[in-house]
C-alpha cells in the first residue's frame, strides 16, 4: 500500500479550494470556486469542461500562481504555489506574442526570462521550429502568421523553457477545425516524448475526450468538481480512428449529458 | 516590377503631385488677388515679394532660423528627458500621483505667454530663456502621452509576463517600454510644433536673436515681405522638425493590443 502510494505520488494536489473574487466597496464578491479537491498523477493529462463562466480558467490560473485563493491548500511537485512555480509552463487562450519580437525571439522568450543561457537553448529553438512546423518564419513578426501559427509559437515558446507541469486555457478555442486537430494531434506527440503532466481547459467535449486520460466535469458557478470519468480509450490516438470507436461516442454522450447539452 | 508595385508608385506620386498643384494654385491666387485687388504691399504683400524679401535676407534667415533651431532642441530635449522621467515617478509612485500630477496639471493651466515675460526677468535676454519656453510648452504633452502609454499596457501581457517569471526589469525593458514607444511618438509629434511655438514667444518677449525677434523687428520698420519670410522660415523649421520625428516614428511601427 505505502509501496503503491508512492509510485503514484500525485504531481498536483489540489485541497478543498475556494476562490471568492472580492466586491467592490463591501459588496458581496463572487464565489469562483468552492471546495475544489483533485490530485493529478505524473504524466497524466487531465482536462477540465464545464459551461462558460463556470470558473475553470479560474482555478487555472490559481494552478499557474497567477492568482490568489482564499481556502484550501495546492501542491505542485510538492511545493506549495507561491507565484508561478518553475515546474509549471502555461499557454493562454490568446497566443500573447509580443507584436515587436520576431518569431524567433518570442519562441525564445520565456525560457529566456526563466533564465536559461540563449547559447544553450538554440539547437532547442531550432529543433522546435521544427516541430512546430515554423520554418522560414523565424524572422517574421506575429502579424504576419495566422490565428494558427500564432498558437504554435505560444506553445513552442511554453515548451522551450521545460515545465514539467503544462497549463493550458482553452489554446484552440479560436481556430478552426482542421486546425485545431493538427495542434491536438501535435500536442500528443509532445506528450508522449516528453512525459509532461498536461492540464487542458477547453469547452469541447470531443476535444477533451479525444486527448485526455481523465475528464473533469465542473459545475455552473461557484465551481465545483460535478463528475471525472477516465478515458479508457487506447493510445496512441489517432483523431479519425480514435473518433468512429462506439466508446468514443459513448464518453461524448455521457458528457454531454453531464454538462446539460444533449 | 509587377502591378502592384507600380500603381503603390503611381499612388505616391500622385500624393506628391496633387500636394504640389494644390499648393502652387494657392500660391498663384495670393499673388494675384493681392494684385487685382489693389491690396497695400505693407499690408499683404505679393507672394513673389516675399520670396525677393526671403532671398535678399537669406543669410540672416539662416542665422536666425539657427538661432531658434538651437533653442527649440535644448528645449524640447530636456522636456522629453524630464516628462519620461516624470511621467514613469508618477505612474510607479502613488504618492507621486497624488502630489506631483496635481501640481503639473496645475501648472500646464498656467497660460504659459503669460509667464514669458517673468522667465525673461528670472533668466535674462539669452538662449536659457528661450530654452525654458520651449521646454514649458512640450513638457506636459509628454507627459501626458506616457503616462496613457504605460496604463495601455495590455493587461493579458502583463499576466503572460509573471507566468514566465519575468523579473521587474524585464518586465519593463521587453513589455512596457515597447508598449510605451508608440505613444511617446505620438506625444513628440504634439510637443516638437509647442517647442518651436514656445521658443518664438520667449523670443518676443526679449531677445536680441532668433525668428521671433527677426519678426518684431521686420514689423517694426515696416518690412512686411521680410516679417512673412521670417514666418515662412518659422513654418518650415517646425515642419522639417515634425517630419524627423515622422521618420523616426516609422521605426515603431507596432502598437501593443
Known amino acids: 500500500m505505502e509501496n503503491s502510494k508512492q509510485i503514484d505520488a500525485p504531481t498536483i494536489t489540489i485541497n478543498g479550494v475556494s476562490k471568492i473574487y472580492p466586491g467592490k466597496d463591501g459588496a458581496e464578491g463572487v464565489k469562483a470556486l468552492e471546495d475544489v479537491t483533485t490530485n493529478i498523477k505524473d504524466c497524466e493529462f487531465v482536462s477540465i469542461i464545464g459551461p462558460s463562466g463556470c470558473g475553470k480558467s479560474t482555478l487555472l490560473k490559481v494552478l499557474a500562481g497567477l492568482i490568489p485563493y482564499e481556502a484550501g491548500d495546492v501542491t505542485i ?84 523553457y521545460k515545465p514539467q507541469v503544462l497549463l493550458m486555457d482553452e489554446p484552440f478555442g479560436a481556430l478552426d477545425a482542421l486546425t485545431r486537430d493538427r495542434l491536438n494531434m501535435e500536442l500528443l506527440r509532445i506528450w508522449q516524448a516528453e512525459k509532461k503532466t498536461v492540464v487542458l481547459i477547453t469547452h469541447s467535449i470531443a476535444e477533451a475526450v479525444l486527448l485526455s486520460d481523465r475528464v473533469i466535469v465542473m459545475s455552473e458557478r461557484p465551481a465545483c468538481i460535478l463528475e471525472e470519468i477516465i478515458i479508457d480509450l487506447p493510445r496512441p490516438r489517432d483523431p479519425r480512428a480514435t473518433r468512429e470507436m462506439s466508446k468514443f461516442g459513448d464518453y461524448v454522450v455521457r458528457l454531454g449529458a453531464l454538462m446539460g447539452v444533449v | 516590377m509587377n502591378s502592384d508595385t507600380k500603381r503603390a508608385k503611381w499612388k505616391l506620386n500622385r500624393n506628391i503631385i496633387d500636394g504640389l498643384i494644390f499648393f502652387i494654385i494657392l500660391g498663384l491666387l495670393w499673388e494675384y488677388a493681392v494684385k487685382l485687388f489693389g491690396i497695400k504691399s505693407y499690408l499683404l504683400p505679393p507672394l513673389s515679394d516675399i520670396f525677393a524679401a526671403m532671398w535678399t535676407a537669406r543669410v540672416q534667415l539662416v542665422e536666425h532660423s539657427l538661432v531658434t533651431l538651437e533653442e527649440v532642441i535644448f528645449g524640447f530635449g530636456t522636456a522629453t528627458i524630464a516628462g519620461v522621467a516624470m511621467a514613469v515617478v508618477i505612474y510607479f509612485v502613488p504618492l507621486a500621483k497624488r502630489t506631483i500630477y496635481p501640481l503639473m496639471i496645475a501648472l500646464q493651466s498656467i497660460p504659459k505667454i503669460g509667464l514669458a515675460p517673468v522667465i525673461v526677468i ?121 517630419y524627423i520625428i515622422e521618420l523616426a516614428g516609422k521605426l515603431v511601427w507596432w502598437r501593443a493590443h
Open chain 1, 77 to 160: 511537485c510538492d511545493k506549495v504555489i507561491e507565484g508561478t512555480l518553475d515546474e509549471v509552463g502555461v499557454v493562454f487562450q490568446t497566443p500573447n506574442l509580443l507584436p515587436w519580437l520576431t518569431i524567433g525571439k518570442n519562441l525564445s522568450l520565456g525560457a529566456e526570462m526563466r533564465g536559461f543561457k540563449s547559447k544553450e537553448i538554440k539547437p532547442d529553438i531550432e529543433a522546435m521550429v521544427k516541430v512546430m512546423s515554423l520554418d522560414g518564419f523565424e524572422d517574421r513578426y506575429p502579424h504576419e502568421l495566422s490565428g494558427g501559427m500564432q498558437q504554435r509559437v505560444s506553445i513552442g515558446q511554453a515548451l522551450l
Open chain 2, 122 to 242: 528670472w533668466f535674462g535676454y539669452g538662449l536659457s530663456s528661450k530654452v525654458i519656453m520651449a521646454f514649458l510648452f512640450a513638457f506636459f504633452p509628454i507627459i501626458i502621452a506616457v503616462m496613457g502609454g504605460l496604463s495601455g499596457t495590455p493587461q493579458h501581457l502583463e499576466e503572460h509576463f509573471r507566468a514566465l517569471k519575468a523579473s521587474a526589469w524585464d518586465t519593463f525593458w521587453y513589455l512596457r517600454v515597447p508598449s510605451v514607444l508608440p505613444s511617446f511618438v505620438d506625444g513628440c509629434k504634439v510637443a516638437m510644433p509647442l517647442a518651436v511655438i514656445g521658443a518664438i514667444v520667449g523670443e518676443f518677449v526679449g531677445s536680441n536673436e532668433g525668428l521671433g525677434n527677426l519678426i518684431l523687428m521686420a514689423t517694426g520698420s515696416s518690412q512686411t515681405a521680410l516679417t512673412f519670410g521670417a514666418l515662412f522660415a518659422v513654418t518650415i523649421l517646425s515642419l522639417s522638425l515634425f
